[in-house]
């Protein structure tokens, strides 16, 4: 019985995975070369990077989308809480704005808009979200 469960859970573990996977507007993103673009998605924690201080401070990790790209998260600190524990092999869920890179491109703005000008993002990880 213990065993059904385990298997249960993994299954429901993997459809819940393919359901926030937005793959697909991320490469027609990445392959037309746009920015501005609200997506959500979901990855495997692939690298942790060191936070950017550079103004406003960034936690900043890479994710492995379901297609084998990857994308920089840099999550605004100042405005929402780090996740702490973060580890690679992780996954997090994902709702921002893709912004163009020749590397895969970046997710930001995963957090409130304090002056409620932009879309309000977020991230998810071990069910806690944080914006």
Do not use: C
């Not at 609200?38 to 994710?63: E, W």
Request: net charge positive; charged share 25%.
């Amino acid at each position: 019985m213990k065993r059904f469960f385990t298997s249960l859970l993994i299954l429901l573990s993997v459809l819940s995975f393919n359901a926030w996977s937005n793959d697909g507007v991320l490469k027609r993103a990445y392959q037309s070369q746009q920015s501005d673009i609200q997506v959500k998605g979901s990855g495997k924690v692939t690298r942790i990077l060191p936070d950017d201080n550079d103004g406003a401070r960034h936690q900043k990790f890479i994710l492995r989308l379901k297609n084998r790209k990857t994308i920089l998260v840099a999550h605004n600190i100042d405005l929402a809480p780090r996740i702490n524990k973060l580890n690679v092999g992780d996954f997090v869920q994902f709702y921002g704005e893709y912004e163009w890179n020749s590397r895969g491109g970046v997710i930001h703005w995963t957090h409130k808009d304090p002056r409620n000008n932009h879309q309000h993002g977020w991230l998810k990880h071990r069910g806690r979200i944080y914006n």
